[in-house]
């Protein structure tokens, strides 16, 4: 995957307010107009993935402003896989590349929209020393990323692929849910395959749980965004400590209509 969009910038803290938690209120627009990085649009090779960034001496990081990605470590024939996108930080020389296992093993970034990042190199490091609390703010990012993969392990040990669904839309809602009354709807492209690839599960065990899910009205997809029932709050709430499966989520006859968004 190469950078694009050469000689492009941004300013960081209009790209993500958030950064400037911890500022006074009369730092934010010194802040502001400072701390501007190079803004670089990732492009794919023919094959659609493959990412493999040299080490710049120096950066701090690249910030997603734009897209979403996942990054899959590929196993034999297993899967771990996260989706990382708007204000995540990354720093893929760090963690990517030769794993140095004796099997098989490599790890793979797909655009599942198209990407770009604001590249915090040491131009950027030395301007935001002014700034101490936007410094702390993008070493938060990284702790909050090393928790959600964290999460995201436990979930494909859970015993049931529709709880693991569950708890993964839950999850994702946390962070890109738009809550209706009855509803949780997620604009997010994620097919069976992805899906399969986050839970740690085959595809049409992925598929069979969707399916049976849809029938309960829990979770399902109108055109191209995902619904999560809210009551599915109380079907995980019932899960049995000892089976690990909620008998509200077992297969019943299809009901009438979806909740309402």
């Known amino acids: 995957m190469r950078s694009g969009g050469a000689g492009a910038s941004l300013r960081v ?3 993500d307010p958030d950064l400037a938690a911890g500022l006074e209120a009369g730092e934010v627009a010194a802040a502001t107009q400072a701390l501007v990085a190079p803004r670089a649009a990732l492009e794919w090779d023919s094959r659609g993935h493959v990412w493999r960034p040299p080490h710049p001496r120096g950066h701090l990081g690249l910030l997603v402003v734009e897209g979403l990605l996942l990054r899959e470590v590929r196993l034999l024939d297993t899967y771990s896989a996260e989706l990382l996108a708007h204000g995540d930080l990354l720093r893929p020389w760090d963690i990517d590349g030769e794993l140095g296992l004796p099997v098989p093993a490599e790890i793979c970034w797909t655009a599942l ?4 990042v604001a590249v915090l190199d040491a131009d950027f ?8 609390p936007v410094i702390s703010n993008l070493a938060s990012r990284a702790v909050i990323r090393a928790k959600s993969m964290a999460l995201n392990n436990a979930v494909t040990n859970l ?10 839309f839950f999850h994702l ?5 738009r809550v209706g009354v009855n509803v949780i709807t997620l604009p997010l492209p994620l097919t069976h395959e992805t899906l399969a690839k986050l839970v740690g599960a085959a595809r049409p065990s992925v598929t069979t749980a969707l399916g049976a899910l849809a029938e ?7 055109d191209t965004t995902w619904c999560l029932a809210r009551s599915a709050t ?3 709430a019932s899960m049995s400590p000892d089976e690990g499966t ?14 309402t968004p």
């Open 13 to 15: 803290l209009e790209e």
């Open 125 to 132: 490091v030395r301007r935001s020393a002014a700034w101490p």
């Open 246 to 259: 909620p008998p509200d989520v077992r297969p019943k006859a299809r009901a009438s209509s979806h909740p």
């Open 113 to 116: 929209k198209p990407a770009a």
């Open 159 to 168: 015993k049931q692929v529709q709880v693991r669904l569950l708890v993964l």
């Open 173 to 177: 809602a946390d962070r890109w849910g």
């Open 234 to 236: 109380e079907v995980l």
């Open 216 to 222: 309960r009205g829990l979770l399902y997809r109108d």
